[in-house]
Structures are given as structure tokens and as C-alpha cells.
């Protein structure tokens, strides 16, 4: 099958999902973060490779941090950036979503970067501009229901690799909510086809989709066990409304079990990461001494973070 | 077309340099033959002349026709741009277009008091108003063919010529 994500030429035209995705595009966008990240160290915090372009935020489903840290990267590529809270405003009043996007593409959009409650939307409006001879046009899905944040994913591959060098000899564990969790899920296929010899899902069972196992993830339900001999451990955000939804008895309880303390962190290696994508809520799933503590790479990631999606930009503006 | 010899070039460069730069002169290279060069010169000749690398590709002009190249190396200016004399330094001096990116990037570190470039090689066919302050040699070069610095494990250099222009 054709993959929309690329174009006639096979290079990256869209970021639609890391599932899929091979390595050699994966691994060339860390590698292009790597410069982006001392941009940041500098008097003139920008680069002028957008100049000129224009980056819509279609932000079909709240979001601060994810739409702010887009826009940060936008702007150092020197791109001009609109925003639109969509939940707000044309939807309301009918209009479709290829309609909205038509309209935004009347107006020069030269980046659409998409965040949708619906698993997929990027994905059709992707498709969509393919479709019309207008691949010109990207696309940066910024997280589309269970679906995908293929971005979040490459921030965390990236962070990874800054402080563990090889995927090739690491074990990671990504504990919670995986069920409802595109973070984990676009991090599984990236680790994966990084040839990560060992990825492991922490969480009780009513948060772990039955078939994770067929994407060669081992589960745990035990979080000691689980957290024996890792290198990263990746703590997911633990969505309240869970909580209505009956699959959790209370938060004390899911902190007992699946909250990450010292005590517990001390079954991974002396040296293992910690990950959060945040926000993140303090004595639900993490510690305030872990997330604070030495082992924690919790705001480094939001710095790669910026470097990372600056690295997307460009190369799908580069074409 | 002979090739002049890269060792004689090179040290042709040093001596036109000796005596003329500032002795506090910061030796910018442009990745990745001007990086080597920078290296060596600073080496070669006297002063206290710390090395700095620039990568020009967030700022080439060619962005729309040509993307980001696969291997963006990290701008790396270890000393304080504003108020220094740099010497930027390359391989090949050919459009001046590199050159014009560099100057560009150096400015959002810092304004510098002054800006000089040496190249090894000056193969004509400007298309930017950009003349080098010290040249090694100076040689007419088909459009189509690339001028190709080299680096040996010994640091020794070699210069060849490539088929497919710059």
C-alpha cells in the first residue's frame, strides 16, 4: 500500500504516524534535532529556514503544551504561525473539516500541524491534499485520538538516545495507561523499529490493550517485576476520567500500585531514566522526589522537544 | 586542468596570512573542509587563535530547491562573537553563497568587529559580491566539475576534482 506520508519521490512529505516509518527517517530526524538543539543556547533563538511560510496550529482538541511547543519551533524556523482553537469556532457552526481546510489553504497554509479527538483525522486531511494535487501542503499529526503523536515519540526516541546512546542494548518500560495512550503507542512502533531488544507494558489489565502483545511488547502487571533491570522507564500520564469509567478503583490505590516511587525505581538499573510526556500528576502515577530527582529527564524532554519538531518542519518544508 | 598541490596551496595560504591577521583572530571554519583548515591554521600560525565550526545549512538560500542536507553538523563558536575579529575560513571560494550564509549566522551569535575570509582555493564564478582577504591559489574551474578538499589520517591534505558542479 502507498504510504501518504511520502510522496512520488519516497521522501517525507507528511508526519502522519511512526508506525511504518522506516528507520532511515526516523534516525535522520534525530540527527537533524541534534543541531536545533543549540539554537536554543543562543542570543538569536531562530533560524531563518521557514522564512516567509506559514504554520496553521488546527487544534481540533485542547491542548497548551503540545500547540505551544509547535509553535515555539515554528517561529525559530522563523515561520509566520497562526493558531486556531477549531472546538471553538467553525465546527460549531458546521462546517466540515476538508471544508476548513480548504478555506486555510485559500489563505497560503503551508503546514498544517493537527490535533483531533477522531483517531485518523490527520490522516484524511493528509489524504485529502494528495488527492487534489496539493502535496505541497504538510502535515504534522500533533496527536489524533488513541491513534498516534508521532512527534511525542520522536522526542522521547530522542531523549533516549541522548542518554543511553543504542536502542540496541536497552530495556524499556512504559508504565499506565497504555490503553488510551497514543504516546505509547507511537513510541512502541519507534522502539521497535529501532530494534529495541526489549519493551515492556507496565499497568493492570484494565489499562493494557489485549493485543499489545502482537506488537512484540512483554507484559507486566507486577510493577517491581516489570521495572527489574530497565534502562528507561517511561511513566504515562494517568487520565482522571479513567477513574469514572470504572477501570480504576481510586487514585490512592493505582499510586500504591502503579505510581512510581524510589522504592520501586530501585528494581531498574542504578542508571535508569525517567520519562514523563506531563503534565503530569504528582502522587497519581509519579513521586514528587522521582520526578524531581536525579534520574528524572523530564523537562530535558521538553527542551528536545522543541529541537525535535524543528527538525520535522523543516524537513517535510524541505521536501 | 592540473590541480595545484594541496600541501604547497595551503602553506602559500599561511604565509599570506602570517603577519596580516589580528593576533586575537578567532578561526571560524565552514564544515567540513573549512573545518580542517581552520584546525591547521591555528596551528601553523602564531597568536592565540581559538577555532570555532559552522554549519550553514539553516541558513543556505537553497532551502526551497535542495531541503536540509542528511548530516547537519553543529555550529559550535566557543568564544564570544560580539566585538571579535573572525577569520572565516573554507575550502573553495566559488558562488560566495556559503559564504554569505555563514556571515548571516555569525551575526545572530553576536556582532562581530570584523569579518575576513580565507580559502584555499578560489575557483572564480562569483554570483555574489564576496572576495576572499587571503587566498592559497587561485584557479579557473569548469561549471561542472567540483573542487574537492581532502583530509589524509596523517592530516595531510589533497585537493581533487569531481564531476557534477558545487
Known sequence: MHNPQLNAAGELTHLLTLEGLPAEFIVRILDTAVPFVSIAERDVKKVPLLRGRSVFNLFFESSTRTRTTFEIAAKRLSADVINLNIGVSSTSKGETLLDTVDNLVAMNADMFVVRHSQSGAPHLIAAHLNRTGRAHVHVVNAGDGRHAHPTQGLLDLFTIRHYKKDFRRLTVAIVGDVLHSRVARSLIHGLTTLETPEVRAIGPKTLLPTAVQSLGVHVYHDMREGLAGCDVVVMLRLQSERMRGALLPSPGEYFKHYGLTAEKLAMAKPDAIVMHPGPMNRGIEIDSAVADGDRSVILPQVTFGIAVRMAVMSILAGG | ?166
Do not use: C
Request: aromatic letters at 10%.
Open chain 2, 1 to 166: 586542468m592540473a590541480l595545484p598541490d594541496a600541501e604547497q596551496t595551503y602553506a602559500a595560504l599561511a604565509d599570506r596570512m602570517r603577519g596580516a591577521i589580528a593576533f586575537d583572530a578567532k578561526f571560524v571554519g565552514i564544515y567540513s573542509g573549512g573545518a580542517w583548515l581552520a584546525e591547521r591554521l591555528a596551528q601553523t600560525i602564531e597568536g592565540d587563535h581559538p577555532v570555532g565550526y559552522i554549519d550553514v545549512s539553516f541558513y543556505r538560500d537553497d532551502f526551497d530547491r535542495k531541503g536540509l542536507k542528511p548530516e547537519v553538523k553543529r555550529t559550535q563558536l566557543p568564544f564570544e562573537v560580539e566585538g571579535a575579529t573572525i577569520v572565516l575560513v573554507d575550502d573553495v571560494l566559488y558562488t560566495g553563497r556559503s559564504v554569505r550564509a555563514a556571515v548571516n549566522e555569525l551575526f545572530d551569535y553576536g556582532r562581530p568587529a570584523r569579518i575576513e575570509l580565507a580559502v584555499l582555493v578560489d575557483r572564480g564564478g562569483r554570483e555574489l559580491p564576496i572576495e576572499a582577504t587571503y587566498v592559497g591559489a587561485r584557479l579557473a574551474v569548469a561549471r561542472d566539475l567540483s573542487i574537492v578538499l581532502s583530509r589524509a589520517a596523517d592530516g595531510r591534505f589533497a585537493i581533487t576534482a569531481e564531476a557534477g558542479g558545487a
